[in-house]
């Protein structure tokens, strides 16, 4: 139990009801602010070996604490644990990036992967059991393109590149080609119905490009550190969803439309008529998502069940968690959809068709080699390893950082050169500090005996920010929100850059207690985030 937690728990005995202990926007309002619109703030008197004062303005009473039993009760609590609370441990589900295996992973989902291993890395910290699922949507008219093309001017050639990428160039052939000649895609068409047919030639092309498409996917993901529980495969899904629409209609939950497609009214929910099941028996995404959802209860019964797609599937997943909860495969209450904006170049959106997107590899490796670039400019004397180490633990920290710092559900556009700066909201800053502190520490040996009276209002207004980490870790988790975490850990460290500036650390026991423990924050932050935390930049 923290200081907060302590105190919250001794004033709700004294009053006997339940209270909102809120950090006030200001410190003339106290370092606690209680608010009691259901008694009188006059005719209270608070006792508590943690209070030195309290103030009453308006309903308020403006709480001022002991500082020295703050910072010792503070300070002795961050570990490398400090953050983790005691709440419900849930089993939870999460099912991401589920890419086309028709193109290489771009810069879409590297945003999707990020958000997903961050939620992963919070739910985890919290005690949750975690579940990492990712769908390959392996099958369709879109596959289809790229192995036609292939068939048409590939000559049996062998992936001269990397192989995702490789089998993206033919997708984006497909495309060009068919502006010129209206045919291909009727060839493709039925390149499809092949497929479903089970022509042999068919199929051993769609093993190999698939297989080719997939193990650039594992490349990728190994520069994520990203290991999944468990994949799918689109292919395998399809068919078993149709059995589950056929038996929805025969129990009339389900109708037929004018022109003999199976679907759903939602028209009451405000949803519209959706199709589940076209007339020629041929199924659509969300035939295989009602089925992939109940695959996975009944593989795993998780408590929640978290999808990470883009916004433009808004309104799918609404539909999707209807009809689950209709079907009661899964109550609607057990299901999450945790949608997230686009992210923009300065050119503008990305286009699978027609070649121009930022592919994820491509990404990555500017991402490094401007780090590289900067890393030889501010120290031209460190060697070739260091540069190479340093260059990939601060472009991943950068990439990430600048990504995930971006509340979830808006638009941005992604800039390398403004991710990788030393100043500002970046990666690079929170690694630096990270850095400056451990460069501290080596001065000097750390002692335990402190006397906690020796501290200033900077290291006092320092530390209550460092307090407020636990419920940051347990607002981001609650929220589904890597940037309320990426935010604080900006804060802090200004706050710290500041303090550094001010006091230039004149080494004293109690100082390197203080920046010990804060160097642990930093670290737990960035864990989390998947982003290392470099003793020296």
């Given at each position: 139990m923290n200081f907060k937690e302590k105190l919250e728990k001794e004033i709700k005995n004294q009053l006997k009801q339940e209270i909102d202990l809120r950090i006030p926007p200001s410190q003339e309002f106290g370092d606690f602010s209680l608010a009691l619109f259901n008694k009188d703030p006059n005719k209270i008197t608070l006792k508590s070996?943690?209070?030195?004062?309290?103030?009453?303005?308006?309903?308020?009473?403006?709480?001022?604490?002991?500082?020295?039993?703050?910072?010792?009760?503070?300070?002795?609590?961050?570990?490398?644990?400090?953050?983790?609370?005691?709440?419900?441990?849930?089993?939870?589900?999460?099912?991401?990036?589920?890419?086309?295996?028709?193109?290489?992973?771009?810069?879409?989902?590297?945003?999707?992967?990020?958000?997903?291993?961050?939620?992963?890395?919070?739910?985890?910290?919290?005690?949750?059991?975690?579940?990492?699922?990712?769908?390959?949507?392996?099958?369709?008219?879109?596959?289809?393109?790229?192995?036609?093309?292939?068939?048409?001017?590939?000559?049996?050639?062998?992936?001269?590149?990397?192989?995702?990428?490789?089998?993206?160039?033919?997708?984006?052939?497909?495309?060009?080609?068919?502006?010129?000649?209206?045919?291909?895609?009727?060839?493709?068409?039925?390149?499809?119905?092949?497929?479903?047919?089970?022509?042999?030639?068919?199929?051993?092309?769609?093993?190999?490009?698939?297989?080719?498409?997939?193990?650039?996917?594992?490349?990728?993901?190994?520069?994520?550190?990203?290991?999944?529980?468990?994949?799918?495969?689109?292919?395998?899904?399809?068919?078993?969803?149709?059995?589950?629409i056929e038996d929805g209609l025969k129990k009339k939950l389900f109708t037929k439309d004018e022109d003999n497609n199976i679907i759903i009214d939602l028209t009451n929910e405000g949803l519209g008529k959706k199709v589940l099941l076209r007339n020629d028996g041929t199924s659509i995404y969300i035939t295989q998502d009602i089925y992939f959802a109940y695959i996975k209860e009944k593989e795993f019964h998780p408590d929640k069940s978290l999808y990470i797609v883009a916004s433009e599937q808004d309104y799918h997943f609404k539909v999707l968690f209807k009809i689950l909860d209709i079907l009661k495969i899964i109550p609607i209450n057990n299901l999450y959809h945790f949608s997230y904006g686009m992210i923009e170049l300065p050119s503008g959106k990305m286009k699978s068709r027609e070649g121009k997107v930022v592919d994820a590899d491509d990404i990555i490796d500017e991402v490094i080699n401007l780090s590289k670039e900067i890393i030889k400019e501010k120290n031209p004397k460190v060697s070739k390893e260091e540069i190479d180490f340093l260059s990939k633990t601060i472009g991943m920290g950068a990439l990430k950082f600048f990504i995930l710092k971006y509340d979830?559900?808006?638009?941005?556009?992604?800039?390398?050169?403004?991710?990788?700066?030393?100043?500002?909201?970046?990666?690079?800053?929170?690694?630096?500090?990270?850095?400056?502190?451990?460069?501290?520490?080596?001065?000097?040996?750390?002692?335990?005996?402190?006397?906690?009276?020796?501290?200033?209002?900077?290291?006092?207004?320092?530390?209550?920010?460092?307090?407020?980490?636990?419920?940051?870790?347990?607002?981001?988790?609650?929220?589904?929100?890597?940037?309320?975490?990426?935010?604080?850990?900006?804060?802090?460290?200004?706050?710290?850059?500041?303090?550094?500036?001010?006091?230039?650390?004149?080494?004293?026991?109690?100082?390197?207690?203080?920046?010990?423990?804060?160097?642990?924050?930093?670290?737990?932050?960035?864990?989390?985030?998947g982003i290392e935390a470099p003793e020296s930049m």
């Amino acid at each position: 139990m923290n200081f907060k937690e302590k105190l919250e728990k001794e004033i709700k005995n004294q009053l006997k009801q339940e209270i909102d202990l809120r950090i006030p926007p200001s410190q003339e309002f106290g370092d606690f602010s209680l608010a009691l619109f259901n008694k009188d703030p006059n005719k209270i008197t608070l006792k508590s070996s943690l209070i030195e004062k309290t103030e009453v303005k308006g309903n308020y009473l403006n709480i001022f604490i002991k500082k020295s039993k703050f910072i010792e009760e503070t300070l002795k609590e961050i570990n490398k644990d400090y953050g983790k609370t005691k709440s419900k441990q849930q089993k939870i589900l999460i099912e991401y990036p589920s890419p086309n295996t028709n193109k290489p992973l771009h810069l879409g989902h590297i945003r999707n992967i990020l958000l997903g291993s961050t939620l992963t890395n919070l739910l985890k910290f919290q005690g949750n059991k975690v579940i990492q699922v990712n769908l390959n949507n392996d099958r369709g008219i879109h596959i289809c393109n790229s192995m036609l093309a292939y068939k048409l001017w590939g000559k049996n050639k062998q992936p001269d590149k990397k192989s995702d990428h490789f089998v993206g160039d033919f997708y984006v052939m497909f495309a060009q080609k068919a502006k010129e000649n209206n045919d291909l895609k009727k060839q493709a068409q039925e390149l499809l119905l092949k497929w479903e047919k089970g022509d042999n030639e068919t199929i051993s092309l769609w093993k190999k490009m698939n297989g080719w498409a997939l193990k650039g996917f594992n490349e990728t993901y190994k520069r994520f550190n990203l290991k999944f529980d468990k994949e799918y495969y689109e292919s395998n899904l399809y068919k078993e969803g149709k059995r589950i629409i056929e038996d929805g209609l025969k129990k009339k939950l389900f109708t037929k439309d004018e022109d003999n497609n199976i679907i759903i009214d939602l028209t009451n929910e405000g949803l519209g008529k959706k199709v589940l099941l076209r007339n020629d028996g041929t199924s659509i995404y969300i035939t295989q998502d009602i089925y992939f959802a109940y695959i996975k209860e009944k593989e795993f019964h998780p408590d929640k069940s978290l999808y990470i797609v883009a916004s433009e599937q808004d309104y799918h997943f609404k539909v999707l968690f209807k009809i689950l909860d209709i079907l009661k495969i899964i109550p609607i209450n057990n299901l999450y959809h945790f949608s997230y904006g686009m992210i923009e170049l300065p050119s503008g959106k990305m286009k699978s068709r027609e070649g121009k997107v930022v592919d994820a590899d491509d990404i990555i490796d500017e991402v490094i080699n401007l780090s590289k670039e900067i890393i030889k400019e501010k120290n031209p004397k460190v060697s070739k390893e260091e540069i190479d180490f340093l260059s990939k633990t601060i472009g991943m920290g950068a990439l990430k950082f600048f990504i995930l710092k971006y509340d979830s559900k808006r638009n941005f556009v992604y800039n390398p050169e403004e991710s990788l700066s030393f100043e500002g909201e970046t990666g690079p800053y929170v690694q630096y500090t990270h850095a400056r502190i451990c460069s501290i520490l080596k001065k000097s040996k750390l002692n335990p005996k402190i006397d906690y009276k020796k501290f200033n209002d900077l290291e006092f207004q320092l530390i209550k920010k460092m307090a407020e980490f636990p419920e940051i870790i347990e607002d981001s988790t609650i929220k589904y929100k890597p940037s309320t975490l990426c935010n604080y850990l900006i804060k802090t460290c200004q706050l710290f850059n500041n303090y550094y500036s001010k006091n230039e650390i004149k080494i004293s026991k109690e100082r390197l207690f203080l920046v010990n423990k804060l160097k642990q924050i930093l670290e737990n932050g960035l864990n989390i985030l998947g982003i290392e935390a470099p003793e020296s930049m």
